[in-house]
């Protein structure tokens, strides 16, 4: 299968987040059908859902995939479980969460996978990342994610660190 693009959603904010986010990265780079072509930098987010909890540490991963999403969506599960990840309370804290936020401009409907992600259009945690590393990626229906981005409010999403200090995927 030729390597399309695809941008996953990469956070946590339980124990080391950082160096999580770091192993996570390794553990997709060294997946067969998997590179990691850039990350983001990394951004301290407030939570939201409503759950009381810590800020949340979000960057996005700009990758070459030769999986097919339902694969990636099966690797991307795994690899938060080797980190930890436990789903007992919907939007509560997490070691680790990795979602498929866009994948080669499609728009997939499935049980359990929807790309882009659902909620992409309004969480600036999310959307900021994916536009920078992935600059020129467009939405289902044409409109420039970027275009979308500078329609969010700014407030909520400072940038911790810069790209290099999450992962060097050289």
């Known amino acids: ?9 990469i956070g946590g904010n339980v124990g080391d987040v950082a160096a999580t986010i770091r192993a996570a990265l390794g553990a997709l780079d060294a997946t067969d059908g998997i590179r990691v072509v850039a990350v983001s930098s990394l951004y301290r987010t407030a939570p939201v859902g409503g759950v009381e909890q810590a800020d949340f540490l979000n960057a996005a ?7 097919d999403p339902v694969a ?3 690797r991307l599960l795994a690899v938060e479980q080797l980190h930890g990840r436990t789903r007992d309370v919907q939007w509560g804290p997490r070691t680790l969460d ?3 936020l866009w994948y080669a401009d499609m728009a ?7 790309i882009p992600h659902p909620r992409l259009h309004e969480r600036r945690f999310a959307l900021q990342p994916l536009v920078e590393v992935a600059p020129t990626a467009i939405d289902a229906h044409g409109t420039p994610y970027a275009e979308i981005l500078s329609g969010l409010p700014l407030d909520g999403v400072t940038v911790v660190t ?3 200090l999450v ?3 050289s």
């Open 1 to 9: 299968m030729i390597a399309m693009p695809a941008v996953v959603g």
């Open 61 to 67: 991963a700009l990758l070459g995939c030769g999986l």
């Open 72 to 74: 990636l969506l099966e």
């Open 98 to 100: 990795l979602d498929i």
């Open 108 to 114: 997939i409907a499935a049980p359990g996978l929807t």
């Open 162 to 164: 810069g790209p290099s």
């Open 167 to 169: 992962y060097d995927p």
